[in-house]
């Protein structure tokens, strides 16, 4: 994946801990991974975690920009090959999908020219609720592709559907996209 360039945002799930590790491995693939964490993403890992595995600046915050003239998120969304939210929580699939923008993910989201792909993982309830069904068509109609959730033992303790799909699997999916072995 050398010189592709992903960018990996990062919602407040638990799995959040399994993005971390698919930005390293996309890194010591040869990607240039830059990572958007919302707020509440980093109440589960830290900015300093994917700075330290991708070896790039993260961006938390929409209005924190070095140089004004050329917003971060514009600058971002246009450089990406890939636009791949992992974990995407109910949350974010519904503000993606009312085309919400009160952060920097979203805002990239709505002002991106890439392809977008969105790894949703919450609760099998919250999947289920017809609420989230209707984002995630809106979304598939819009050409967003969903990967996941498979089903398996979440972190509340419940067994069903809602799990992030493991990051090998994401791996293959990311490669298949670009048409790589």
Known sequence: ?????????????????????????????GARVDVVMTAEAQRFVGPLTFAALTHRAVVTDLWAEEQPERPTHIELADAADLVLVAPATAH????????LAPDALTAILLATPAPVAMAPAMNGKMWLHPATQANAATLRSRGVELWGPEEGLLACGYEGIGRMLAVPDLLKRI??????P
């Open 175 to 180: 490669k298949g996209f670009f048409n790589q």
């Open 92 to 99: 974010l699939l519904a503000q993606a999908a009312l085309g």
């Open 1 to 29: 994946m050398t010189n592709k360039r992903i960018l990996l945002g990062v919602t407040g799930s638990i799995a959040a801990y399994k993005a971390a590790e698919l930005a390293s491995a996309l890194t010591q693939a």
